[in-house]
């Protein structure tokens, strides 16, 4: 389906990949996978055709269509989300304008005998067909099932995308792209912004692709339950292997320990070959046998092992000052956006030295706590910071804070003061950003490499008390547990908001679940409260509470509403094409009554089919108005 031979492309000198050559197929799920800075985000953009490579080719089959989700979209502002994602189809949409364009003609014009009237109707005849053979009559019930499961609720679904956070303009993007039903697929962290639910929604979805499916993401259980081959990108090569990415790891270190041994035994022939042929070279009888020896050294394929990227950031959060004994006290807060109550009456005290977690569905109001907290947003009740707290914040969309137009060092100068401006270039160092890299753009830095620049961003501020929200969006596994070594040798006080077991674990003493505008608190580690709900992992919990407030019952109207909604639309199409004909046929009777009026009326019983004709007429067009009355009311 597809093919890329040789390919390459350099970066400031330095070659991000060279002379790479794999080969896409039908039912192919790839994940890509690479340290931050490494070139998946390259390489999606390379297969995509946004990006030319300095040389190699890609050749693809003939009609093959290619849907890409980047990290950074634009979106036209005032449309709604329905609107939005009905851009997915341009065609149906075109072919929508043309029958109702015909239909607007048809009932203005009378000269129903006329070349240019039979025309029309050859014309809806074919645009009808066309429109049934494209899916004209299901593309709004598959547009309201794909945003329903990726998180949006039916009353979203005329609110217009402004409204919407980044995060959820994405999940319409990622919409789109779905309903478009592309031959290949390129998702660039898709999981970012999702939910539990939804993202096991997608699992499901993308599982049973027959297209092909190219992921980076760092989510190593959504990449384990959907992809079925994997390709690193490490030291400007790659290496594929029809394996999901756990898999992928226990053959890549079985090669590398095989490579290992083959490479220490052929050491051992050669050290031994070279013995005989300085043995042999002192004596003149065996020269000829020297020579022949080193000939065979000559011809030896050296064996080497695959060389690994073992470099990672060095991070170390150091405590400002040392606070007073409570650090923080909430006393019955609460927050609405509108209509929506997101907390009601929270009450939180928190402890120096604390570890807590922040865990739930999204929606249920982690980081509107996490941000009144650190006074980004107003709300109802009283909150008061202890003695001497310093907060240090990450956000969840941290790196969307950085402006683009800046290189790395500029954004870490103008962030510093006085007395950490000379260590810039050494914080920078410690988060892999040596060299030429500290002048880079921020906008031609991957999401990855943005959230490393965000984090040492935040090394130049003192704090005491640290809340991340988050903070593994987009980094690679190194880089995740190089933060979470940090983050565990840390000695103030700590809240993290997360979905990822993994992480937490071994990280945080306090855990508190955000669910129906309530916390509830659970004192132990994520472990014990997985122990106390009774459930191995976070997705569990999240995936139980939507089932309980999603009703199979509003699941099932919907779909049944679907189904009557394309029923309708077929038996509107068809009253449409009867009346159609009916009015010709009557049309052509009054032309004969005009022309031939004693030999028409000869036959007695034609006044009573003229009637039942002009009858069946009358009773098609009160179908008409209540078939597209209900079709008003489903819509």
């Given amino acids: 389906m597809l093919n890329i031979h040789n390919l390459s492309i350099s970066f400031q000198g ?17 994940g890509l996978i690479g340290k931050n800075g490494a070139g998946k985000s390259t390489m999606l953009k390379i297969l995509s055709k946004e990006l030319e490579p300095d040389s190699g080719q890609i050749a693809m089959d003939k009609n093959v269509t290619i849907g890409f989700l980047k990290q950074d979209i634009d979106f036209e502002f005032g449309r709604t989300v329905l609107d939005e994602a009905y851009e997915a189809f341009r065609e149906i949409k075109s072919l929508e304008s ?57 009353e979203d679904f005329n609110k217009l995308t402004d409204t919407f956070s980044g995060g959820w303009r994405m999940r319409i993007e990622l919409a789109k792209l779905l309903l478009q039903n592309h031959d290949i697929l390129l998702l660039d962290e898709p999981t970012n912004h999702l939910d539990i639910e939804s993202i096991i929604w997608l699992e499901n979805f993308l599982k049973s692709s027959s297209g092909a499916v190219v992921i980076v993401s760092h989510d190593k259980m959504f990449l384990d339950n959907v992809t079925n081959r994997t390709i690193e990108i490490s030291l400007g090569r790659i290496y594929d292997y029809p394996k999901s990415y756990s898999k992928f790891l226990v053959l890549r270190k079985e090669i590398k320990e095989q490579q290992m041994a083959a490479q220490k035994n052929q050491e051992k022939q050669i050290q031994q ?28 394929d050296r064996i080497e092992v695959d060389e690994e990227d073992n470099s990672v950031m060095t991070l170390n959060f150091p405590v400002s000052v040392t606070p007073g004994k409570v650090v923080l006290e909430a006393e ?8 929506l109550q997101v907390l009601k009456g929270i009450d939180l005290l928190v402890d120096r030295d604390s570890k807590i977690a922040f865990v739930g569905q999204n929606g249920q109001g982690k980081s509107t706590l996490a941000k009144i907290v650190v006074g980004d ?11 001497n707290v310093q907060l240090g914040y990450f956000a969840q969309n941290q790196a969307e804070y950085l402006d683009g137009n800046k290189t790395v060092l500029d954004t870490m100068i103008d962030a510093a003061n006085e007395k950490n401006r000379p ?15 500290v002048d880079k753009y921020v906008r031609v830095l991957s999401g990855g490499e943005r959230n490393r620049l965000a984090l040492a961003k935040l090394m130049l501020q003192p704090f005491n008390v640290l809340i991340m929200d988050e903070p593994t969006n987009h980094l690679d596994i190194k880089s995740k547990q190089v933060l979470k070594e940090a983050l565990r040798k840390f000695e103030g006080t700590l809240i993290l908001v ?12 306090v855990v508190y679940e955000f669910k129906d505008q309530k916390i509830r608190e659970y004192l132990g580690d994520i472990d014990f409260y997985l122990e106390q709900r009774q459930v191995e992992n976070l997705r569990e919990v999240e995936k139980r509470d939507v089932k309980k407030e999603t009703p199979k019952e509003s699941k099932k109207e919907s779909y049944v509403d679907q189904k009557k909604l394309k029923s309708l639309n077929n038996k509107l199409s068809n009253t449409e094409s009867k009346i159609s004909q009916l009015e010709k046929e009557i049309k052509e009777i009054d032309v004969e009554l005009q022309t031939n009026y004693d030999e028409v009326v000869s036959d007695p019983k034609f006044f009573d089919a003229y009637q039942k004709k002009k009858d069946t007429l009358e009773k098609l067009m009160r179908d008409w108005e209540e078939i597209h009355s209900e079709i008003d009311q489903l819509s």
């Fill in 14 to 30: 330095e070659y991000l990949f060279e002379e790479i050559t794999f080969k896409l197929s039908m039912g192919d799920r790839v």
């Fill in 498 to 509: 997360s979905h990822d077991r993994d992480f937490l674990q071994g990280l945080t003493n």
């Fill in 332 to 339: 019955d807060i609460s927050k609405t956006y509108g209509d």
């Fill in 98 to 154: 043309k029958l109702e364009e015909i239909n607007h003609q048809l009932v203005e014009r009378t000269d129903y005998e006329s070349d240019g009237y039979h025309q029309l109707m050859v014309d809806l005849n074919e645009v009808q067909h066309q429109y049934e053979i494209l899916g004209g009559y299901n593309y709004q019930g598959e547009t309201e099932k794909v945003l329903q499961g990726l998180g949006f609720k039916r």
């Fill in 273 to 300: 070959t070279e013995k005989l042929i300085e043995k042999f070279r002192a004596k003149a009888s065996k020269a000829s046998m020297a020579q022949s020896l080193i000939k065979k050294l000559d011809k030896i």
């Fill in 377 to 387: 947003i107003k709300h109802q009740g009283h909150l008061k910071l202890g003695h």
């Fill in 423 to 437: 260590r810039v270039r050494d914080i920078l160092g410690a988060f892999l950003f040596r060299g030429d890299e």
